[in-house]
């Protein structure tokens, strides 16, 4: 029996946004049923950076994904973040494919901006603000573009490099984009904010009633992108109430005192299944608090290993001798 290898590569010509989004929805709506299994993250720490091992367990599927985070790779010639995926059989063990994760966690993180912005913002959304222009403000954008008619674009990033070839990069969808200040991204309908920062880089009296805000960046404790007092003032989602308290944008909030667990709406996944309502009005203010879920990478995963045996994608190879 022969493991599948697929690579970046591989991987990029068989994974749509489209498809990213279909089965990202449909494992927040388990998560939000309690019928997934997912651990919590198990971390190594280092000088430069970490590794993480992410393994989950949904509807038949398995694996686990094995990330980093090292901030100096580039000065290497390194990508900041490169994930490797297992992905196996739960009745056997057998790994079906070992695939590269990369791509797959831009493309599900992307994916669950757009949909938490499918439930939580106002349906008329036409402006878009992103504070932040690295690798996830283009996937945001292909997954927000799923589901809104994009009229405008708000660049903003502290590299006007950054942020100017993301401008060029909304063109090529024949989207109007400009480069910004920060304060001016948040004259918007929908915003999405994904820098590392560690203190805040939305102000709370940026933001006017009604808003919706992808906020992406915190993972990690200490991490903060919108003012404290912003989260007060806003009805939070989280992807998942642990990680987020432990390490999401609300985790400095609660550090503070400015708000309680308690004071977090739901999760994305209640909300999807209909235990929870999203938007109740054209005036709340919406925040997505999203950390990051193994559960999104096996069940993308998933799509990308099925897709790639329909199409004949990938090299097989054979890892261990038949025992019969």
Known sequence: MNTLILTERDVRDVLTMKDAMKAVERAFELHGRRAVQMPPKVYLNFDKGDLRAMPAYLEGHAGVKWVNSHPENPKRGLPTVMAVLIYSDPETGFPLAIMDATHITNMRTGAAGGIAAKYLARKDSKIFGFIGCGTQAYTQLLALRE??????VLASDISER??????EYCGRFGIDAEVVDAKRACDCDVLTTSTPSRKPVVRNEWIADGT????????????????SMLIKRAKV??????????????NVPIA??????EDIHATLGEIIAGFKPGRESGEEI???????????????????????????VGTPIQFF???R
């Open 286 to 312: 919406t925040v997505f608090d999203s950390t990051g879920l193994a559960i999104q990478d096996i069940a993308t995963a998933s799509v990308v290993y099925e897709k790639a045996i329909k199409e004949g």
């Open 212 to 227: 919706h805000i992808n906020a992406i960046g915190a993972d990690a404790p200490g991490k903060q992108e919108l003012d």
């Open 237 to 250: 989602v989280v992807d998942d109430m642990e990680q987020a308290v432990h390490g999401g944008e609300v």
């Open 256 to 261: 503070e005192g400015v708000i309680k667990p």
């Open 321 to 323: 001798e038949d025992r």
């Open 162 to 167: 950054n942020a100017k070839r993301f401008v």
């Open 147 to 152: 589901v809104f008619s994009i009229e405008k």
